[in-house]
């Protein structure tokens, strides 16, 4: 064999893929040429560190893989996703927090300690200037104010 072509069977010599004399003739070269051996030093470094990587998974269970990957990407069905959602672990804490929200403002709303004013304090409230104007004392309820009121106009009108 010529000198080009050593190097392309020090390959085949690492994997003892060569017949003896091959193997004889090639051992040969690498005594006579430093360049030749360190490249063979390097292919064993090479073939050992690659031996020393973790197996390949095999193909059926990287196929797998890649099937239920893909499962995974694909966006599921607007259902699903609600059933999903719909468990006792989000919907408990969900509940709880509305249940704190209404209470919350239910306790603290503005004005939730006064009462609602019936019609005669409306009335009454209608009519302080009057009552205020006249300086009245005893008013009891709506009617007198309504009387009050009238009496007001009839000054008015004299």
């Known amino acids: ?6 190097s392309a069977e020090l390959t085949a010599y690492i994997d003892d893929e060569l017949g003896p004399d091959e193997v004889r003739a090639l051992e040969a070269a690498l005594e006579k040429a430093p360049a030749l051996r360190a490249l063979e030093q390097k292919l064993r470094r090479t073939v050992a560190r690659v031996e020393a990587l973790p ?10 893989r ?21 468990t006792p672990g989000r919907l408990v804490p969900a509940g709880l927090a509305m249940a704190a929200a209404v209470t919350t403002l239910v306790l603290w709303a503005p004005g939730a300690d006064e009462q609602p004013a019936d019609a005669e304090s409306l009335l ?5 200037d009057v009552v205020e104007d006249l300086d009245l004392v005893g008013v009891d309820s709506a009617d007198d104010l309504e009387v009050i009121a009238a009496l ?3 000054e008015v009108q004299r």
Do not use: C, G, K, Y
């Not at 064999?1 to 050593?6: E, G, K, S």
């Not at 197996?55 to 797998?64: E, N, T």
């Not at 009454?124 to 302080?128: D, R, S, V």
């Open 66 to 86: 890649q099937v239920l990957n893909a499962i995974d990407a694909e966006p599921r069905p607007f259902p699903e996703r609600l059933r999903a959602w719909l």
């Open 124 to 128: 009454m409230a209608q009519h302080m």
């Open 1 to 6: 064999m010529a000198d080009t072509n050593w």
């Open 55 to 64: 197996p390949l998974p095999s193909s059926a269970i990287a196929l797998r």
């Open 152 to 154: 007001h106009e009839l």
